[in-house]
Structure formats: C-alpha cells, structure tokens
C-alpha cells in the first residue's frame, strides 16, 4: 500500500470545489474504513464498510468494500469534511488500517479525512465487492462483483473460488483488520 503518497495531503482551512455532497442516508448507513490500494485506470483508494460486517458463528465475515479514485479523493475537501474529520481526530481516532501498519499522525489525519470522504461524498467507486472471510481457514472469496475499467463495467454475483490469502496484500490487511486474533 502506497501510504507515503499520502503523508502529503493536507485538509486546508477554507471550502474548495471539487466534490459534491451525497445524500445523507449514505453516511448514516455506512461507515467506509480504508484497508489498501488498487491500481484499476490509475491509483485507488479502498474501504471496508465497517458498520455492514455480518459474523457468523463458524468463523466467516461478510463485508463490503469499495475501492474509490485516489484523485477524487484528493480533490480539495469542503468544509464540512474537514470539520467532521477535525473532530474525529480531537477524539483521538485511530484508522484501523494504522493498527496494523506503522504510521505517522500525519497519514492518520490524510486516512481519517478519506475515510470521511468515502462516507458522505458521491464518488463513483472503481470496484464494490462482497468479500466473504474464513478467519480460521485464513481464505476469502468474493460473492458480489462490480468493477469499472476502461469504461466498461462487469457485474457478477456468482461466488468465486476460495483462495488463500496472500501475505502483503489488500486481503491480508483486511483479515488483519476484521479476523480477531489473527
């Protein structure tokens, strides 16, 4: 994951254009947490919705994630955003992701107002899948799929083939976030 890329992103101190509200039924029903990067026509950014995780008893987590345009979301913010991630800061939030990967306070703040972003912005998402966990198995499998590349769109909601997760990867990092003791 490219975290230095986003040391350098600032929240500046007055509204800037760039990107439109959404509706606020988004962020009430969603809480998007970055876990990593993809590279799909160009860098994206992608988030785990942590209010929508579904448990089950034998093991298995169900999430969706998104993975959103790293240019859209380096657009100068509104105000709005930067008050809303001020005040998550002065609370003391940690992103999830710096759980499990060291980093400064200054990525904290750049994540933090992603995280913000993804939550209340209408930014057309680059892929959304349903990713179904198997914590104890260390395996995952995607059980919905959409994905935009090349401005041609593929949907599926056939459930892929379990696969081992990959050390270094955006499925590692989401197991270390969301599977307990792992």
């Known amino acids: 994951m490219r975290i230095g890329a986003l040391a350098c992103w600032t929240l500046p101190a007055t ?37 929508g995780v579904v448990r ?11 993975c959103l345009p790293q240019k859209r979301l380096d657009q100068p ?28 306070p200054d990525q904290w703040m750049a994540i933090t107002a992603y995280e913000v972003t993804a939550d209340v912005n209408d930014i057309q998402p680059k892929s959304r899948i349903l990713y179904d966990l198997d914590c104890d198995g260390q395996m995952i499998r995607e059980l919905s799929l959409y ?20 050390p270094e990867t955006n499925a590692a990092r989401l197991s270390q976030i969301l599977c307990p003791s792992q």
């Not at 089950?56 to 998104?66: A, C, M």
């Not at 008050?83 to 499990?100: C, F, G, Q, R």
Request: aromatic share 10%.
């Open 15 to 51: 509204a800037a254009v760039g990107v439109s509200p959404c509706s606020a039924a988004q962020g009430s029903n969603v809480d998007w947490k970055l876990y990593g990067s993809a590279h799909v026509d160009g860098e994206n950014m992608c988030f785990f919705d942590a209010k």
């Open 56 to 66: 089950s008893l034998d093991g298995h987590i169900r999430v969706w994630t998104k």
């Open 77 to 104: 913010i509104s105000d709005d955003i930067a008050k809303l991630t001020a005040a998550k800061l002065v609370d003391k939030y940690v992103p999830p992701i710096a759980m499990i990967e060291k980093m400064n």
């Open 147 to 166: 994905a935009e590349k090349g401005g041609k769109e593929v949907f599926t909601e056939k459930p892929g083939a379990w696969e081992y997760v990959a």
